[in-house]
């Protein structure tokens, strides 16, 4: 272990925290140590430096190792604990371990305590970094959520059955269907009944394949994951129905500007957009 750890012993006799230092340093530990004895003095140390890691005899006169283990829990301190002590009662060390000490050492046999502080820090790292991740997903998802809930698009969740997973709130605004009436409908529902003959069967609606996809995309079984539908809202006040046919919109829920005459469809040139072009042979 590189660092020098910073060691916070709780033992009022001098003499056996000695017998502790010395036990680490033939370990190799590189570390300085600070010794109290007294609530007053555990609170003053704790304020003056949080240490690596605490290590405390159960009992003594006017402390002990229960009421430090609950001041840190009061303080929301997320320091690894480990019980160094004569007392050979396993009501102890289960009492000490349920307030939330990682291990319980005997003074008789120290020769286990220098793996048990490295897995304490180990533990309490891998814990931390748990936790860091779980708060760095829960804002990108708050983060993706407020998107989702905010923009235009049509923005859905669809398993590989073509039944929607999620929808976003502007499905609502643009086609008229309330997201929670979506849930577990099949995507094919919301397309026009002449314009189902061309489209995928169940069972077969995938990314579209210009898509990059990684190579482990399918589960084990060979069944693919379901995928996200983004579709972008263009002004459906210039477009005509077989753009609106090809978005998946139903023509029933068409604004009226594009539920013209379908025969003789304008046309949007991608070059100019807004731009609206006769139908070839025009």
Known sequence: MKKELDILIIEDVAHDAEFIEAE???????????????RES???ALNDAHPDIILSDFTLPTFN????????????????????TGTRSEEVAVECIREGA?????????????????NALQKKTMERASLDAEAALRRSEEQYRLIAEN??????????????????????TSLGYPPEELSGTQLIDLVHPEDRAASPAPGTIAPPPREPHR??????SGRQLPYFRIDRQLDLRRAESA??????????????????????PAHVDPRSPGSRTPPRGA
């Not at 190579?215 to 084990?220: I, Q, Y």
């Not at 753009?243 to 003789?264: D, K, L, Q, V």
């Open 243 to 264: 753009s609106t046919r090809r978005h998946h919109f139903p023509r029933h829920h068409a604004p009226e500007g594009i539920r013209g005459n379908p025969a003789a």
């Open 102 to 118: 990682d291990d319980y050492i005997l003074k008789v046999s120290l020769k286990r305590l220098p793996t048990s502080i490295k």
């Open 42 to 44: 555990f609170l003053a």
């Open 215 to 220: 190579r482990d995309s399918h589960p084990p």
């Open 65 to 84: 190792a229960l009421e430090a283990l609950q001041l840190l829990r009061k303080l929301s301190l997320d320091i690894p604990f480990i019980l160094v």
């Open 151 to 172: 923009t235009r698009d049509l923005i859905s969740l669809v398993d590989i059955d073509g039944c929607f997973l999620y929808a976003s709130p502007s499905h609502r």
């Open 24 to 38: 680490l340093r033939e370990a190799g530990l590189r570390f300085r140590t600070r010794r109290i004895c007294t």
